[in-house]
């Protein structure tokens, strides 16, 4: 831990805007005992082992203070407003669900990884429609039931932000020739090869990889805390639950392309080879919100991921964010708050960077 003196001087200990935005927008939250459990198998999610983190301010010898202080972050979870009418499930899971109130029901962006904790989120959204000052809907003022699935949108390619669909819609109701009027899919051109050629064709080594990575089958073994698993960096770890996929049905393949999705117009702009293979992000004109996918989070930008999955292109990446730079509020894929144009626009230099420098050691081989 000789970095350890390094790190602390680089960090400023008074900075605690992230803090703040972590917890702007608060509705509720689930307690330990109502997240999910499989039978025999433990828990799909369990956040109480993580209780270390908030018993302790600074970091202890054995975890760089860098990512302590990323874990505490990550210790943020519920259920957020981001704006009136968009709603975000944060802290069930690596990725994040969020939720449009549409004229029929809920458009569902990015269903996580396990079906266990997509329907445990929803099932959190639903409890606490109109019973809180952050979360009045505008389209449906007074309604306490809850919300149907109007449609769904996968971001991109990556089982953490698509494994979960099972656990907020069946099969039976999704789109098709014999159910013209059922809940649409919406997916990035590419998606089902890219999803499918990563998780089912190389699946069992990307899994086994992946456990690796985030060490999320330390959480069954006890082996969580300061000499263990502390964190993932962009959430806690992954969960341990069923995963599923369904194909799209509706396939955005370019830039500009408009669609009214449930009474909401949204405007795609396709983004291949950026943090995904197959990835999009996509403004709400109607809220003056862009979701950024998991291309402008909080953390250092991914451009290589320890499981093996493809190594993006970082200077492609940045031109993509010179495109969006003009939006805001930002609706990140991961971490715990909302990025807001004047981040995003930031975001672009520290790419270009990363791309020349990753070109520079390819050119030393």
Known sequence: MDDRPEVLDH????????????????IGKLNNSDLPKIPDSGDVWNLEQYQFLLDHSTAPPTVNPSLWRMAQLNMQHGLYQVVPGIYQLRGYDLAEITLVEGD???????????????????????????KHDNMMLPRHHGRTDPLPVSAVIYTHSHVDHYGGIQGIVELEQIKSEDNPDGIPIYAPEGFFEEAVSENVFAGNVMSRRASYMYGNRLQNKGQIGPKGQVDGGLGKTTSTGTTSLIAPTDIIDHTGQKITVDGIDIIFQNVPGSEAPAEMMFYFPEFH?????????????NLYTLRGAKVRDALGWAKYLSETDTFNPAIPGKTRKP??????????????????SQKRHYDHG
């Not at 996580?112 to 445990?120: G, P, R, V």
């Open 11 to 26: 960090l400023c200990s008074t900075y605690t805007e992230d803090f703040n935005l972590a917890t702007e927008g608060f």
């Open 339 to 356: 990025c807001t144009a004047r981040r995003l626009s930031t975001r672009r230099y520290p790419s270009k960077l990363l791309g020349k």
């Open 289 to 301: 919100a862009l979701c950024a996918a998991e291309d402008a989070t909080h953390t250092m930008h």
């Open 104 to 130: 029929t029901g809920w458009i569902v962006i990015d269903p996580l990884t396990s079906k266990e904790t997509a329907q445990a989120a929803l099932e959190l959204a639903n409890d606490n429609i109109n």
